[in-house]
């Protein structure tokens, strides 16, 4: 995604919700380590 488009005339409202949704998707990719084992959290249990 390189970038949103919002018109003049949106409630701010939704500008703001479109806002909050493209800048969750803006994470920094390469310094996500996805060979390293996920350690699993005190809430999870095995089955």
């Known amino acids: 995604m390189a970038g949103v488009k ?3 005339d949106e409630p ?3 500008k703001n919700m479109k ?4 800048t ?3 994470i920094d990719l ?3 380590k996805l060979d390293v084992p996920i350690k699993h959290q005190s809430f ?3 089955e």
Not at 19 to 22: E, N
């Open 44 to 46: 999870m249990s095995k």
């Open 30 to 32: 390469p310094s996500i």
């Open 12 to 14: 701010g409202w939704s």
């Open 19 to 22: 806002l909050a949704i493209a």
């Open 24 to 26: 969750s998707f803006q």
């Open 6 to 8: 919002i018109s003049n």
